[in-house]
């Protein structure tokens, strides 16, 4: 399939651990924001205003530029029912669209599955990570996972040393020679080779990068460099996905969110600055996503695993603003003392498929969910 | 069991837990081992874990129940000086400096009472005054220190500027001789007393690291039917289980020591669950289980935070292992205040008993 | 000549009953018997356990390590790596294949540890006392749901994959079954446990509820009677199908790469005849899983099968740690060294769902293929890991290597592994470019020593090494 420039692209950033909701978009004028948390609330000082009820802690400055311009979409309390506000399961909820069951499809992997069904591209989805996200994961359906930086991406990156390493991948690739009806051979072989593939067309695109933008030494900002690169290449690829963590904010949480969100602000701000630079940020947006909200009341230190939580759309065609409502924090409308979520998940991603990437939704999330009007 | 325990003219009386499991802050990840302060106040020395990082020496104030305060957090997860790897040992000299060992880099790390890094020393060997796994630590009267260099299975004694004095020991399981030793303490005439923890026994050496005695051998419950090596956590009880100890004096990879100024010795018994404690002829007196029945101010913290947690603690049918020790790693005996403090450290949190003197039980009481 | 033909037959038996070894132990391992190795195996209590009290002196938070990775991983991995007694643990990592539980939804990986832990003790006794002891399992029963199978509203999925995936396998029995089946476990649950807030995990504990047990007649399999669970487990561990369904998965496991199960009540077993020498062991013997392993690793069908087997990441993985030495303590680093089967498709304790990790050609992905290749490679390219400088002392003591004698010599002391003939041009072809190697003075040495790393990477980064 020619790769197609203006194809869209979706960009995922998974906010790991459960990223605190209240400390990110902040009720700076509700009481019980304060009264809550005696140790972890943002100082009215050190809030930047986004508008009479909400502010961001100045740390996401970046963030607050993004709203300035209306590119930044604000999902209140998302989340689904019954949260069992567990790690592992929360994520396989976000990633499968399986509340009820142990899903084993990933929304992301179904959505390749739809975008390139003869596996033409084998670098369609390119994730940032060691291990594959369930959220890509589909039986058959390919993922370059870039584990270490992009420049030594590829098999035994231990050999570095230039005409070595040629010779090496060479002999690699004449190793691998299809043998044709060899069963598990055979397989292995074409595996091989296209992962081989994949890996110098992947490489190469640093080498083709050039920029005046200058991202933070962070492992979020080399993520999303790394992304900017891939993007730039035009090597067809429509998804990519990283994480960013780890928000478990059980304990001294306030310089440690502050810290988390500087790094991915920055990167961000640095992310998008070059996409514009180079002209090809119209057809990409981010979204970015955390597992779980965290509870209302502080226990002293830090806060512990909520329910809703907040979800952020970013890119130059999002018509910026609140959508949906933060739940109320009066402790009556509390569930179990969290946040009650208000609006699905899955409603975010629904909008994403079918205005963005032009898919139908329903097979991929699941079920039929209420979009909201966020993209243009 | 009763908060009070009794035998032969001593009463022990479980006073107040202190702590919760927190990667930093309020809270403690894995105590190793600790030391009092000079001021009612005591240094933990917290393993971590490779999820969180959370390896550091903490600071806490020690007061009544609830009056327990953070002070200072040092030597946190990092490879520059003054940062940690795997902290095991910590002592304080009568300055209020502190030393902290370095179980993985093989050195001792000194900081002032605040918490700033002064100095450090060691190189990985088995050659005088060189380390390997060292573990735990103590600060002689003098100022010397004295250190369990537990992969060497011997002790060596150091000035505070880091020169070997002395040796002691060597591999084996006679008298003067460790295996793989953890935990170290000094009574009030300057006898060594260290936990040694694969023989399953404590050595008192004197002064001059002469063997002195042996106490305790090993010993441990049988393991329950329903239950498995990997998460048997006993002895707590729950029903049907086999309830009971192993009997008076028998350890099972002892971590820690400490003595009170009669003379009783106490021995963090880790494979037990258990502090047992000794009178002066090595004589076996009486265990402490753990009785945390009351919360901890910083566990009241977390609790309040999440209201569904104090409805979970009701609905268990048997609150009886959130009282006991699990895998207690270390115990201190406060002569100022006549308190047993011992470090409960699978549970993130060190348990307080007072050692009662002249103690009568209220008539209204009974 | 019948030494080499010895090896390569013990390195088969223990890269399957085991995780491998190197040329020392093979050596040994030779030196007693084939067979007196296979008792040894099968009698893990003639080894020492893996002492824990080391690890939890080292990592204690690897005891309770809560719901997040990596320090339930390193304490499995930690015992997968230093455990001499290697069947019982390939033994618990089989039942964990089969009796597929995960933390996703178990959230406590200190209880997951505990199943695995049961599957040591009681992998190798008697798979109806197993079954029995796993429908008392509380990670089980919760992750199965069982806990809310009441008697006035039934749970079936307890019922169900117990029949479907840990003893008869789909096509023999019925809904009905499936149903009858739930009913007699209604009561079978847990008792609450204390909270993990603010002192971390607790056990729960299995607690039979007769209040909440449907008393009345169910019909199972054709017999009929107010069946308890016990006597389900009794009636199905009778059924041939049963028989067949445990031995084609440790045929599948053991021997040689089966279709995915799902297919089985479709697909025939790729030898019919070895499944039947097995079935016959597993009911002559009343269910002693002992007997039919004696018969298994002592058939002609094992010995014959080798290279039939892709391996499982948690096999590449430990393998190569096993083999190169190092990993005894838990030091600094197991963490993520831990989580490596994770990143080749294989999260241990947490299989994706109830029907376990899809084994054989489907651990092959791009991704995957890469990430084994690529951390087996690093291993083997580190020269000063033991197990390699045990390799080069051996080459050292040859003298002189040409090409051809390096690369069958490396082959040989890294598995023995064969490789096809095609495989091998490519790899004394690649030597050729370097010349002989020689060890005579320090630099020759230390350039064949490269060399040698080298050429380990690109043997390892072969096919035909992802086999067994």
């Known amino acids: 399939m020619a790769a197609k420039q203006k194809d869209p692209v979706l960009v995922v950033v998974q906010l790991t651990g459960g990223n605190d909701y209240l400390n990110t978009v902040v009720p700076y004028n509700n009481p019980l924001y304060r009264d809550n ?227 991915l602000s920055e990167g961000l701000d640095a992310f998008m600055a070059d996409l514009r630079s180079h002209d090809k940020a119209d057809n990409v947006i981010i979204l970015i996503f955390s597992e779980f909200g965290r509870r209302v009341r502080d226990n002293g230190s830090g806060t512990d695993h909520g329910a809703a939580g907040v979800t952020f759309v970013i890119g130059e065609k999002v018509r910026g603003g609140h959508y949906g409502d933060m739940p109320s924090l009066e402790a009556r409308k509390l569930v179990q003392g969290d946040l009650n979520p208000n609006m699905d998940f899955r409603g975010i991603y629904s909008a994403i498929l079918d205005k963005w990437l032009h898919i139908d939704p329903v097979p991929i999330v699941n079920g039929t969910y209420e979009q909201l009007a966020f993209l243009n | 069991m009763a908060l009070q325990t009794y035998i032969k003219g001593r009463a022990y009386d479980w006073s107040h837990a202190i702590g919760r499991a927190a990667a930093n802050g309020t809270g403690f990840n894995y105590p190793q081992t600790m030391c009092l302060g000079n001021d009612g106040d005591i240094y933990v020395a917290n393993r971590g874990n490779e999820n969180t990082f959370a390896m550091r020496v903490n600071r806490v104030k020690i007061g009544g129940p609830g009056e327990e305060e953070l002070l200072a957090e040092f030597f946190t997860y990092g490879e520059a000086d003054g940062q940690s790897v795997w902290p095991f040992g910590v002592a304080v000299d009568k300055n209020g400096n502190v030393y902290a060992t370095d179980e993985w880099t093989n050195t001792v790390s000194v900081f002032d009472a605040g918490g700033k890094f002064i100095r450090k020393w060691g190189t990985p060997g088995s050659d005088p005054g060189e380390l390997r796994n060292p573990a735990g630590i103590i600060c002689e009267p003098n100022g010397n220190v004295i250190l369990v260099d537990s992969g060497n299975d011997r002790l060596q004694v150091f000035t505070p500027e880091g020169k070997v004095v002395a040796q002691w020991g060597k591999s084996g399981s006679g008298e003067g001789e460790f295996n793989k030793p953890w935990g170290i303490t000094l009574d009030n005439e300057g006898n060594i007393y260290v936990a040694d923890w694969k023989n399953h026994r404590v050595q008192k050496l004197s002064a001059s690291g002469k063997f002195v005695m042996s106490i305790g051998r090993y010993g441990t419950l049988p393991v329950p039917e329903n239950a498995f090596a990997v998460t048997y956590l006993g002895p707590f009880l729950s029903h049907g289980d086999p309830p009971g100890y192993p009997q008076g004096g028998l350890l099972n990879h002892p971590t820690d020591v400490a003595v009170d100024p009669d003379g009783d010795i106490y021995v963090a018994d880790w494979g037990n669950h258990r502090v047992c404690i000794f009178d002066q002829e090595g004589k076996p007196l009486t265990n402490l289980v753990g009785d945390a029945q009351v919360m901890s101010k910083w566990g009241q913290q977390s609790i309040d935070a999440n209201p569904d ?38 549970r993130n949190r060190l348990q307080i008993y007072q050692k009662v003197r002249d103690y009568i039980e209220f008539q209204a009481n009974l | ?128 006392d197993l079954l029995l002891k796993l429908a008392k399992n509380p990670s089980m029963i919760f992750w199965l749901d069982n806990n809310q199978n009441h008697g006035t509203e039934v749970n079936e999925n307890w019922g169900r994959e117990l029949l479907e995936l840990f003893s008869l396998g789909a096509g023999n029995y019925t809904e009905i079954d499936v149903r009858e089946a739930s009913r007699a476990f209604t009561g079978w649950g847990f008792e609450t446990k204390l909270p993990r807030l603010p002192y971390g995990r607790f056990p729960w504990k299995f607690q039979y509820r007769p209040e909440d047990h449907d008393e009345g007649e169910k019909t199972f399999l054709g017999h009929k009677g107010n069946f308890n669970g016990e006597d389900i487990i009794d009636i199905v561990v009778e059924q041939p199908a049963c028989a067949k369904f445990i031995c084609r998965h440790l045929y599948n496991f053991f021997v040689a790469d089966e279709p995915q199960v799902p297919a089985w009540n479709l697909e025939p077993p790729r030898d019919p005849a070895a499944i039947d020498i097995l079935t016959k062991a597993f009911r002559e013997n009343k269910y002693e899983m002992k007997p039919v392993l004696r018969t298994l690793f002592t058939s002609d069908f094992f010995k014959n099968a080798r290279y039939k087997h892709l391996k499982s990441p948690a096999e590449v993985v430990v393998g190569t740690l096993r083999q190169m030495g190092g990993y005894e303590i838990a030091k600094p680093g197991y963490g993520e060294l831990s989580m490596q089967p994770s990143y080749m498709g294989q999260d241990l304790l947490n299989p994706p769902s109830v029907e376990g990790w899809h084994t054989g050609q489907e651990w092959i992905n791009s991704g995957s293929l890469m990430a084994r290749i690529n951390f087996v490679a690093e291993q083997v390219g580190n020269t000063s890991a033991p197990g390699v400088q045990s390799i080069i002392k051996r080459l050292r003591a040859m003298g002189v290597l040409a090409p051809e004698q390096m690369v069958d010599t490396c082959l040989d002391l890294l598995g023995p592994i064969e490789v096809g003939p095609d495989t091998k041009k490519e790899l004394v072809d690649q030597v050729k470019e370097w010349g002989d190697l020689s060890w005579d003075t320090a630099a020759n040495a230390q350039a064949a020593t490269k060399r040698t790393g080298e050429l380990l990477q690109l043997i390892v980064a072969t096919r035909e090494y992802q086999f067994a």
């Open chain 1, 37 to 263: 948390r005696k140790v972890v609330s943002i100082g009215d000082n050190q809030i930047l205003r986004l508008d009479k009820d909400y502010g961001v802690p100045s740390y996401l400055a970046p963030m607050k530029q993004f709203w300035d311009e209306g590119k930044l979409a604000v999902m209140h309390g998302v989340g689904y029912l019954d949260s069992p506000r567990s790690h592992f399961r929360s994520m396989d909820i976000w990633h499968t669209c399986e509340a009820d069951k142990v899903g084993t499809e990933g929304w992301l992997g179904r959505v390749i599955r739809e975008i390139d069904p003869n596996k033409e591209n084998v670098i369609t989805a390119v994730s940032f990570g060691p291990c594959l996200f369930r959220a890509l994961s589909m039986p058959g359906v390919p993922v370059a996972c870039v584990a270490g930086p992009l420049e030594t991406y590829g098999f035994l990156p231990g050999i570095q040393e230039q005409t070595q390493r040629q010779a090496v991948l060479d002999r690699f690739s004449r190793m691998y020679k299809p043998i044709p009806g060899s069963g598990v051979m055979e397989y292995m072989a074409t595996t091989g080779l296209d992962s081989l593939k994949g890996a110098d067309i992947l490489k190469a695109a640093p080498g083709k990068y050039s920029s005046e933008i200058k991202y933070p030494d962070s492992s979020i900002g080399r993520k999303l460099k790394g992304i900017a690169q891939v993007h730039f290449a035009d090597l067809g690829t429509r998804v990519f996905y990283c994480d960013h963590g780890s928000f478990d904010t059980h304990a001294g949480q306030n310089p440690l969110h502050a810290s988390l969100w500087t790094a």
């Open chain 3, 1 to 128: 000549m019948a030494h080499a033909a010895d090896i390569a037959l013990m390195a088969h038996l223990m890269r399957r009953a085991g995780f491998g070894a190197g040329r020392d132990e093979l050596e040994a391992r030779v030196a007693k018997g084939y067979d007196a190795t296979v008792e040894e195996l099968l009698d893990p209590e003639t080894q020492p356990p893996v002492d824990h009290y080391t690890l939890l002196r080292h990592q204690p938070s690897a005891l309770l390590p809560g719901g997040v990775p990596p320090m339930g991983n390193v304490n499995y991995m930690y015992y997968l790596v230093t455990t001499q007694r290697p069947l019982e643990e390939k033994m618990a990592l089989f039942w964990h294949h089969v009796f597929a539980t995960g933390n996703s939804k178990v959230d406590n990986y200190d209880q997951l540890l505990e199943q695995i832990d049961l599957f040591r003790h009681h992998g190798m006794g008697n798979y109806r």
């Open chain 2, 309 to 346: 947690m104090m409805k979970a603690y009701r609905r268990a049918r048997n609150q009886e292992p959130l009282w006991r020790f699990c895998f207690p790693t270390a115990v201190d005996f406060d002569p100022k205040t006549d308190r047993i403090i011992v470090a409960d450290s699978q």
